[in-house]
């Protein structure tokens, strides 16, 4: 079973910096990783997929890096509708092989 | 537009039964594979069912398997849940998801969600 490690829990930034989240798998997931965001009440919404290629209308300051089993979200400036908690999820090895990370929680520092 | 609709959540008691339904409208309902995913309060995503496009195939978590029964009637653009012996730790809100791939193979990245409906295990 591969296990997905998300860091830092959380991270308190102000808008206009730059966020920087990590995802590390416990075993090669090749480049089958996605994020997603999730805002409170709401569902999740994908914003990377494949480790780097982001979902349609995602705006070009989330970008996702990394392959094997370290992964990296940036997002570059961040805007105040961006405070959220992100979510890594691979899909490797499937069936069933699909899991999520526990997230980080961006928040407003 | 994309839109599922779940429906079903409420309050049950431990070893009771319920079932989740999902409508979806806005795309070729039979085109696609869906999952089940759901959110302990509080807490994080978890993958708990796939079905394929037209039901031939379906997938389960470990933590669900062999109590839960995932289902869809493509007749009705439907998805739904059948959620047996439930118990505490079953309690969260269950989203609807659609797969990305087209085609009817499933890619396991999830494109679209409903709002999720709550489910409550509780005596």
């Known amino acids: 079973e591969i296990v997905l490690t998300q860091s830092p829990a959380t991270l308190s930034l102000s808008p206009g910096e730059r966020a920087t989240l990590s995802c590390r798998a416990s075993?090669?997931?090749?480049?089958?990783l996605a994020w997603y965001q999730q805002k409170p009440g709401q569902a999740p919404r994908l914003l990377i997929y494949?480790?780097?290629n982001r979902a349609t209308g995602i705006p070009a300051r989330f970008s996702g890096s990394g392959s094997g089993t370290d992964f990296t979200l940036t997002i570059s400036s961040l805007e105040p509708e961006d405070f959220a908690v992100y979510y890594c999820?691979?899909?490797?090895?499937?069936?069933?092989?699909?899991?999520f990370g526990p997230g980080t929680k961006v928040d407003i520092k | 537009e994309v839109q599922l609709v779940e429906s079903g959540g409420v309050v049950v008691q431990p070893g009771g039964s319920l079932r989740l339904s999902c409508a979806a409208s806005?795309?070729?309902?039979?085109?696609?594979?869906m999952h089940w995913v759901r959110q302990a309060p509080g807490k994080g995503l978890e993958w708990v069912s796939l079905?394929?496009?037209?039901?031939?195939?379906?997938y389960y978590a470990d933590s669900v398997k062999g109590r839960f029964t995932i289902s869809r009637d493509n007749s009705k653009n439907s998805l739904y849940l059948q959620m047996n012996s439930l118990r505490a730790e079953d309690t969260a809100l269950y989203y609807c998801?659609?797969?990305?791939?087209?085609?009817?193979?499933?890619?396991?990245?999830?494109?679209?969600w409903g709002q999720g409906t709550l489910v409550t295990v509780s005596s």
């Open positions: 075993q090669s997931v090749s480049s089958y």
């Open positions: 079905i394929s496009w037209d039901g031939g195939s379906t």
């Open positions: 998801a659609k797969d990305i791939g087209s085609s009817g193979h499933p890619v396991i990245l999830f494109d679209y």
């Open positions: 806005g795309f070729t309902f039979d085109d696609y594979a």
């Open positions: 494949d480790a780097s």
């Open positions: 999820q691979q899909r490797s090895n499937w069936p069933p092989g699909f899991a």
